[in-house]
């Protein structure tokens, strides 16, 4: 289980990681901006592209901070994403913080938040 930077590679787990979420009653804040950049994207290399791109100040939606996202993986198994935002503005400081992650639901109550954070402190 690793930490790496989105890549086209884990498209098919990553996918099905969105339908998971789709099915879920209700969603925060942080699972209703994956989906909807998501969404928002022509296609899964265009997403990819931006999220990746966000770490330099680019594609960044309104209201957004730079940030690098990583993604949690075990394999070609996509668990759930975290990102590591690069500075606060006035929302992050009173909600959001530094850091802001999500696991798949299939994948929760496993200790992989714990890991996730675990890994994102070390970067």
């Known amino acids: 289980m690793k930490l790496v ?7 098919k787990s ?10 879920q009653p209700s969603l925060n804040e942080t699972e209703r901006g994956l989906l909807s950049r998501f969404e ?3 296609n899964f ?23 690098t996202t990583y ?10 994403r975290v990102s590591i935002r690069h500075r606060l503005n006035t929302h992050l400081c009173r909600i959001g913080g530094h850091i ?7 994948e929760r109550k496993k200790g992989y938040g714990t890991v996730i954070l675990k890994l994102a402190l070390a970067k």
């Not at 993604?71 to 759930?80: A, P, Q, S, T, Y």
């Open 45 to 67: 290399a265009e997403f990819v592209k931006k999220l990746r791109g966000q770490a330099k100040g680019k594609y960044l939606p309104n209201g957004f901070v730079p940030s």
């Open 40 to 42: 928002s994207a022509e």
């Open 71 to 80: 993604w949690l993986v075990d394999g070609k198994k996509f668990i759930g």
């Open 14 to 23: 990553f996918r099905q990681a969105l339908k998971e979420l789709k099915k």
């Open 100 to 106: 802001g992650y999500v696991i798949r639901p299939s």
């Open 5 to 11: 930077l989105p890549s086209t590679e884990y498209e």
